[in-house]
T-cell receptor, first 112, second 115 residues
Framework: DQQVKQNSPSLSVQEGRISILNCDYT??????FLWYKKYPAEGPTFLIS?????DKNEDGRFTVFLNKSAKHLSLHIVPSQPGDSAVYFC???????????FGAGTRLFVKA | GAGVSQSPSNKVTEKGKDVELRCDPI?????LYWYRQSLGQGLEFLIY????????KSGLPSDRFSAERTGGSVSTLTIQRTQQEDSAVYLC?????????????FGDGTRLSIL
């Protein structure tokens, strides 16, 4: 049972354009959501997070949107840069955050 | 170092052998997590530690897998009688404490290949 789903295995975007990565979840007890970025042969690194009490969080070129009623969140990267090419994981945790559930990841290609 | 350290970075072994993977978390981090990423898959949660205690072992794939943590710091993940399906990247992460919403800090993983 996949509680966190990233339905797009890959996404290709032109440099300078917007990248939108999507994530759906099924467990209404999740109250904290994170995005991680992973380069080959490295561990995931934290990118941005959002609490369920908010619907938007912005950090530079990265914005995460949360739609609780739809159990959907998205990561927007504007403008996209070639260095953004990586695998992006969506993750969710419940109260206490002791067990974080990760999606399968979306591989982003940003073309120069 | 300042980050989570895992060793070895790569391990190739024959089917049926035992392997031990090591994770050294960030100093002062009381919570530690193990994940597995099989080829083309997402991160599969295996086990977490709060201090030296592992309250939930349900994520371990089989009884061939075990993990321990001593001194509230270094953790080892042991796989006995390895099988080819154990081939994966094993990732370790840590956080300052368990009961708060914090991003996890990951090591670069151990790539395990079972021949």
């Amino acid at each position: 049972d996949q509680q966190v789903k990233q339905n797009s295995p890959s996404l290709s975007v032109q440099e300078g354009r917007i990248s939108i990565l999507n994530c759906d979840y099924t467990n209404s007890m999740f109250d904290y959501f994170l995005w991680y970025k992973k380069y080959p042969a490295e561990g995931p690194t934290f990118l941005i997070s959002i609490s369920s009490i908010k619907d938007k969080n912005e950090d530079g070129r990265f914005t995460v949107f949360l739609n609780k009623s739809a159990k959907h969140l998205s990561l927007h990267i504007v403008p996209s840069q070639p260095g953004d090419s990586a695998v992006y994981f969506c993750a969710a945790s419940g109260t206490g955050g002791f067990k974080t559930i990760f999606g399968a990841g979306t591989r982003l290609f940003v073309k120069a | 170092g300042a980050g989570v350290s895992q060793s070895p970075s790569n391990k190739v072994t024959e089917k049926g052998k035992d392997v031990e993977l090591r994770c050294d978390p960030i100093s002062g981090h009381t919570a530690l997590y193990w994940y597995r990423q099989s080829l083309g898959q997402g991160l599969e949660f295996l086990i977490y530690f709060q201090g030296n205690s592992a309250p939930d072992k349900s994520g371990l794939p089989s009884d061939r897998f075990s993990a321990e943590r001593t001194g509230g710091s270094v953790s080892t993940l042991t796989i006995q009688r390895t099988q080819q399906e154990d081939s994966a990247v094993y990732l370790c992460a840590s956080t300052l404490s368990l009961f708060s919403n914090q991003p996890q800090h990951f090591g670069d993983g151990t790539r395990l290949s079972i021949l």
